[in-house]
C-alpha cells in the first residue's frame, strides 16, 4: 500500500521548498526519506521506489542517498537504536570494547532486532563529540558522553525497564515543522531560504 497516496499536502508542501525543476524534485528525497523513516521506523524497498517515483530518480539513487547517512535504516530497528561511534578517538577511548560488550550483552548483531524487540545496534562514523568519547547515540535523542563500562550497565539497565535516562548532551539541532533548523532551545538557527539574498546575474568575461 502507498505511503504517500493519502499525503498529498504535505508532498506538495514538501516539494514546495525546492525550485520547480528535476534537481528540485531529487532534493525533496531526503525530507521524504525522513518522514517514512519517522513514521515507520525503517525505509523498506518499496517505499524507496515510491520515493523514487516522486522524485524523478531511480530505487537505486535512493539506496545510494540512504547508504551515505547512518541515519537513515533500510531494515528495521528496536525501541532503542544504540549507535556506538567507531571512529579514532572513540576508538582509543575504548569503543571497541564498548561494542564487543553491547552485542555479547545484548545478543544482538547489526540489521538485527533482539527478541523483546528493545535493542538494535549499529557502528557509526564521528559524531562530532570527540572530546567527550567514547560516545553513544540512542535513536535520535541525544548523546551519552564518556561510557565507561559501569555507565553501559547502568544505562541498559534503565532501558530495559523502558526508563531512557537523559542524553548528556540533547542532539543540539532539529527541523522544524517549517523546516527551519532549530536548537533545543527553539531558537532559529542557519540561514532561512527566503533570507537569502540573489546572487547578482553573471556576465562572463566582464573585468
Ligand atoms: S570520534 Fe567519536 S565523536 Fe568523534
Known amino acids: 500500500m502507498s505511503y504517500f497516496a493519502d499525503k498529498q499536502t504535505l508532498v506538495a508542501d514538501i516539494f514546495s521548498r525546492y525550485p520547480d525543476s528535476p534537481q528540485g524534485r531529487r532534493s525533496a528525497l531526503m525530507p521524504l526519506l525522513r518522514e517514512v ?25 535512493v539506496r545510494s542517498v540512504m547508504s551515505f547517512y547512518s541515519t537513515y535504516h533500510t531494515l528495521p530497528t528496536g525501541k532503542y537504536h544504540l549507535q556506538v561511534c ?77 526508563l531512557q535516562p537523559l542524553p548528556d548532551n540533547p542532539v543540539p539541532v532539529t527541523v522544524n515543522a517549517e523546516g527551519r533548523q532549530v536548537l533545543a532551545s527553539g531558537e532559529a538557527v542557519g540561514a532561512s531560504v ?10 562572463g568575461g566582464e573585468a
Open 37 to 61: 523513516q519517522d513514521a515507520e521506523g525503517f525505509v523498506s524497498g518499496s517505499r524507496m521506489d515510491e520515493i523514487a517515483a516522486l522524485c524523478g530518480t531511480t530505487a537505486t539513487e
Open 194 to 203: 527566503t533570507g537569502l539574498n540573489q546572487l547578482p546575474p553573471f556576465h
Open 86 to 162: 567507531s571512529t579514532v578517538m572513540c576508538s582509543l577511548a575504548g569503543s571497541d570494547e564498548l561494542w564487543d560488550h553491547l552485542v555479547s550483552e545484548l545478543d544482538v548483531q547489526p540489521g538485527e532486532v533482539s527478541p523483546d524487540g528493545r535493542f538494535s545496534v549499529q557502528k557509526v562514523e564521528c559524531l562530532g563529540s570527540c572530546g567527550t568519547a567514547p560516545l553513544i547515540q540512542i535513536n535520535d535523542d541525544g548523546y551519552y558522553e564518556k561510557v565507561t563500562p559501569g555507565k553501559c550497565a547502568s544505562i541498559l539497565k534503565a532501558l530495559r525497564a523502558d
